[in-house]
C-alpha cells in the first residue's frame, strides 16, 4: 500500500532563517506531488505541485522554493522565513486522475 | 475565475438532525471531490464523484454531482457528534491534476 511520509510535524524558527519541509511517498512509481498551505481557520493554497523529477510547478509567488531530487521525494525550502509563512504546510500526491489526492500528516510551522 | 463556494461556512447542529453542505463551482468539470479534516489534522479523502448523477454513500454521509448544475452536496443524516469536522470540496477542471478547493465548511454537531 501507498504511505506518505512528512516531516516534521511541528516547527518553530525565527524570522529570516531558512526552512526545508521534507516529504516521500512509499510504494507508488512516479506520482504527482503538491505541497499546500493553509492559514488558520482557512482553505488550502497550492504552492507548488510536480508531475515527475526536477518538473516543479510554482502557483504563487513567494520566497518559497520546491524541488525533486527523487521520482518520490519532494522538498519544500526557504532561505528566509517572513513571518507571513507561518500556518500549516500539508504535502500531497496522486497518481493519476479521477483519483482524489492524499495527504501527509502535515507540518505545523510558526514564525517568532 | 475558478471558484468552488461551499455553504454555509460554518454549521451548527444537533444530533440526529439532517443537513446539506452545497458545493457551486464557476467552470466546467467532472469530477470532484470531498475531503474531511478534524481539528489540528490532515485532510482524509471522502468521496470521488466522476461524472452527472454520481451518488455516493458511506454511513451517515451522502455525496452527489450535478454537473450541468455545477453543483455538489454533501448530505448529513442523523448526524452524531463524531462526524463534527471541517469539510472541503474540491474540483478538477482541467484534469491536470490541480484541484481547486472551496473554503471549507465547520461542522459542529452538539450532542
Known amino acids: 500500500s501507498q504511505t506518505i511520509h512528512q516531516w516534521p510535524a511541528t516547527l518553530v524558527q525565527p524570522v529570516g532563517s531558512p526552512l526545508s519541509l521534507e516529504c516521500t511517498v512509499e510504494?507508488?512509481?512516479?506520482?504527482?506531488l503538491y505541497w499546500y498551505r493553509q492559514a488558520a481557520g482557512r482553505g488550502l493554497q497550492l504552492l507548488f505541485y510536480?508531475?515527475?523529477?526536477?518538473?516543479i510547478s510554482s502557483e504563487v509567488p513567494q520566497n518559497l522554493s520546491a524541488s525533486r531530487p527523487q521520482d518520490r521525494q519532494f522538498i519544500l525550502s526557504s532561505k528566509k522565513l517572513l513571518l507571513s509563512d507561518s500556518g500549516f504546510y500539508l504535502c500531497a500526491w496522486s497518481v493519476s486522475n479521477g483519483q482524489p489526492q492524499h495527504f501527509g500528516d502535515g507540518t505545523r510551522l510558526s514564525i517568532l | 475565475e475558478l471558484k468552488v463556494e461551499q455553504n454555509p461556512l460554518f454549521l451548527s447542529m444537533q444530533e440526529g438532525k439532517n443537513y446539506t453542505i452545497y458545493c457551486n463551482y464557476s467552470t466546467t468539470s467532472d469530477r470532484l471531490y470531498w475531503y474531511r479534516q478534524d481539528p489540528g489534522k490532515s485532510l482524509e479523502s471522502l468521496f470521488v464523484?466522476?461524472?452527472n448523477g454520481a451518488v455516493k454513500q458511506e454511513g451517515r454521509l451522502m455525496a452527489s454531482l450535478d454537473t450541468k448544475a455545477r453543483l455538489s452536496t454533501l448530505h448529513i443524516t442523523a448526524a452524531v457528534h463524531d462526524l463534527s469536522a471541517t469539510y472541503f470540496c474540491?474540483?478538477?477542471?482541467?484534469?491536470?491534476?490541480?484541484?481547486?478547493w472551496g473554503a471549507g465548511t465547520k461542522l459542529i454537531i452538539k450532542p
Open positions: 510536480s508531475v515527475g523529477i526536477g518538473q
Open positions: 464523484l466522476l461524472s
Open positions: 510504494g507508488t512509481s512516479n506520482p504527482n
Open positions: 474540491a474540483v478538477d477542471p482541467d484534469s491536470n491534476y490541480q484541484l481547486i
